[in-house]
Protein backbone atom coordinates (compact mmCIF):
# COMPACT_ATOMS: atom_id res chain seq x y z
CA UNK A 1 0.00 0.00 0.00
CA UNK A 2 2.75 2.53 0.96
CA UNK A 3 5.07 1.60 -2.30
CA UNK A 4 1.37 2.90 -4.38
CA UNK A 5 0.89 6.56 -2.15
CA UNK A 6 2.30 9.01 -4.69
CA UNK A 7 1.13 11.33 -2.01
CA UNK A 8 3.17 10.68 1.00
CA UNK A 9 6.41 9.68 -1.14
CA UNK A 10 6.11 13.00 -2.99
CA UNK A 11 6.57 15.19 0.04
CA UNK A 12 9.51 12.64 0.93
CA UNK A 13 7.53 11.10 3.91
CA UNK A 14 9.57 7.78 4.91
CA UNK A 15 7.87 5.37 7.14
CA UNK A 16 9.67 3.34 9.45
CA UNK A 17 9.41 0.64 12.32
CA UNK A 18 5.75 -0.56 11.30
CA UNK A 19 4.76 -3.19 13.87
CA UNK A 20 1.24 -4.72 14.73
CA UNK A 21 -0.76 -1.51 15.91
CA UNK A 22 2.07 0.76 14.99
CA UNK A 23 4.42 3.22 12.60
CA UNK A 24 6.56 6.08 12.54
CA UNK A 25 6.58 8.10 9.79
CA UNK A 26 9.52 11.05 8.51
CA UNK A 27 9.02 14.12 6.80
CA UNK A 28 11.37 17.19 6.54
CA UNK A 29 8.98 20.67 6.09
CA UNK A 30 10.45 22.25 2.45
CA UNK A 31 9.81 26.06 1.51
CA UNK A 32 7.44 24.67 -0.66
CA UNK A 33 4.95 23.62 2.74
CA UNK A 34 4.94 27.10 3.95
CA UNK A 35 1.88 28.92 3.86
CA UNK A 36 1.48 32.95 4.17
CA UNK A 37 2.23 33.47 7.78
CA UNK A 38 5.72 31.61 6.78
CA UNK A 39 5.22 28.45 8.69
CA UNK A 40 4.24 24.87 7.74
CA UNK A 41 0.27 24.63 6.24
CA UNK A 42 -1.46 22.38 8.58
CA UNK A 43 -2.61 20.65 5.77
CA UNK A 44 1.30 18.67 5.47
CA UNK A 45 1.18 18.37 8.91
CA UNK A 46 -1.94 16.26 8.94
CA UNK A 47 -1.32 14.37 6.30
CA UNK A 48 1.92 13.11 7.81
CA UNK A 49 0.12 11.93 10.70
CA UNK A 50 -2.47 10.51 8.65
CA UNK A 51 0.20 8.59 6.64
CA UNK A 52 1.87 7.15 9.85
CA UNK A 53 -2.06 6.33 11.14
CA UNK A 54 -2.71 4.35 7.94
CA UNK A 55 1.06 2.43 7.97
CA UNK A 56 -0.68 1.54 11.86
CA UNK A 57 -4.05 0.38 10.68
CA UNK A 58 -2.81 -1.60 7.72
CA UNK A 59 -0.04 -3.50 9.70
CA UNK A 60 -3.04 -6.07 10.57
CA UNK A 61 -2.59 -7.07 6.97
CA UNK A 62 -6.50 -6.14 6.14
CA UNK A 63 -7.21 -3.15 3.99
CA UNK A 64 -8.27 -0.56 6.23
CA UNK A 65 -9.53 2.97 5.42
CA UNK A 66 -9.98 6.47 7.13
CA UNK A 67 -13.56 6.17 8.79
CA UNK A 68 -12.49 10.11 10.70
CA UNK A 69 -9.76 11.96 11.78
CA UNK A 70 -9.42 15.12 13.68
CA UNK A 71 -5.85 16.94 14.69
CA UNK A 72 -5.08 19.44 17.18
CA UNK A 73 -2.19 22.14 16.10
CA UNK A 74 0.05 22.78 18.86
CA UNK A 75 2.60 24.51 17.84
CA UNK A 76 4.31 26.45 14.60
CA UNK A 77 6.39 24.17 12.71
CA UNK A 78 8.99 26.30 10.65
CA UNK A 79 11.32 25.17 7.63
CA UNK A 80 13.50 22.84 7.74
CA UNK A 81 12.02 20.76 10.84
CA UNK A 82 12.26 17.28 10.96
CA UNK A 83 8.82 16.55 12.16
CA UNK A 84 8.11 12.67 13.57
CA UNK A 85 4.90 11.04 13.51
CA UNK A 86 4.82 8.79 15.48
CA UNK A 87 0.85 6.53 15.64
CA UNK A 88 -0.38 3.90 18.40
CA UNK A 89 -3.34 1.87 18.08
CA UNK A 90 -5.73 2.40 21.06
CA UNK A 91 -8.49 -0.35 20.06
CA UNK A 92 -9.82 -2.72 17.53
CA UNK A 93 -13.27 -3.43 17.75
CA UNK A 94 -15.26 -5.55 15.28
CA UNK A 95 -13.98 -3.90 11.67
CA UNK A 96 -13.15 -0.30 13.85
CA UNK A 97 -9.95 0.84 15.16
CA UNK A 98 -9.11 4.13 17.08
CA UNK A 99 -5.51 5.33 16.43
CA UNK A 100 -3.39 7.94 18.03
CA UNK A 101 -0.77 9.57 16.09
CA UNK A 102 1.68 12.50 17.97
CA UNK A 103 3.90 14.63 15.72
CA UNK A 104 6.84 16.11 16.90
CA UNK A 105 10.06 17.78 15.83
CA UNK A 106 13.15 15.86 15.98
CA UNK A 107 14.43 17.15 18.80
CA UNK A 108 10.56 15.77 20.98
CA UNK A 109 8.78 19.22 21.24
CA UNK A 110 5.14 18.30 20.10
CA UNK A 111 3.74 19.98 17.48
CA UNK A 112 0.57 17.95 16.97
CA UNK A 113 -1.84 15.16 18.10
CA UNK A 114 -4.36 13.71 15.70
CA UNK A 115 -6.95 11.26 16.82
CA UNK A 116 -7.78 8.60 13.77
CA UNK A 117 -10.47 6.21 13.22
CA UNK A 118 -10.79 3.21 10.49
CA UNK A 119 -12.33 0.79 9.26
CA UNK A 120 -11.75 -2.67 7.88
CA UNK A 121 -12.70 -3.54 4.10
CA UNK A 122 -13.63 -7.17 3.34
CA UNK A 123 -10.38 -7.99 1.64
CA UNK A 124 -6.46 -8.28 2.40
CA UNK A 125 -3.91 -6.01 1.74
CA UNK A 126 -2.34 -6.65 -1.54
CA UNK A 127 1.14 -8.14 -0.96
CA UNK A 128 -0.25 -9.86 2.08
Avoid: K, Q, W
Amino acid sequence: MLARDAASTGLGIDVHDVAPGRARATMRVGAGMLNGHGTCHGGYVFLLADTAFAAACNSHGTTTVAAGADIVFAAPVHGGDLLVATATERTRYGRNGVYDVTVARDDGAVVAEFRGRSRELPRRVEGR
